[in-house]
């Protein structure tokens, strides 16, 4: 049983930073793509990043360049720093894992286990 916990999340003013954490039970980051996902009230659940066991990563373009997704996996932890926080970056935060080793998509669907999510607020 793949068990992800998410934490890290929070309240912040637009353009300040938090980092999230998603730790796992198993050999989950050196084996699989690992991704963060975000959902907003009214809203579809949308990829943020993806990571895969070489470290490639994928990042959806309303991200780019102030979000980073890395990993440790020695200690099972998977990140996402988040920094230039905006409004609209406000959602439910889910670390949710892969089918396979190579993360190909940012879409859901290619994803298994899930976490139960951490709330990310920005203000402004």
């Known amino acids: 049983q793949v068990q992800l916990v998410e934490s890290g999340g929070g309240s912040v003013q637009a353009g300040g930073s938090l980092r999230l954490s998603c730790t796992a039970s198993?050999?989950?980051?050196?084996?699989?793509?690992m991704g963060w996902f975000r959902q907003a009230p009214g809203k579809e659940r949308e990829g943020v990043a993806v990571?895969?066991?070489?470290?490639?990563?994928i990042y959806a373009d309303s991200v780019k360049g102030r979000f980073t997704i890395s990993k440790d996996n020695a200690k099972n932890t998977l990140y996402l720093q988040m920094d230039s926080l905006k409004p609209e970056d406000t959602a439910m935060y889910y670390c949710?894992?892969?089918?396979?080793?190579?993360?190909?998509?940012?879409?859901?669907?290619?994803?298994?286990?899930w976490g139960q999510g951490t709330q990310v607020t920005v203000s402004s």
């Open positions: 949710a894992r892969g089918r396979g080793s190579i993360c190909f998509t940012l879409h859901a669907s290619s994803f298994g286990y």
């Open positions: 198993g050999d989950t980051y050196s084996s699989y793509c």
């Open positions: 990571i895969d066991i070489y470290g490639s990563t």
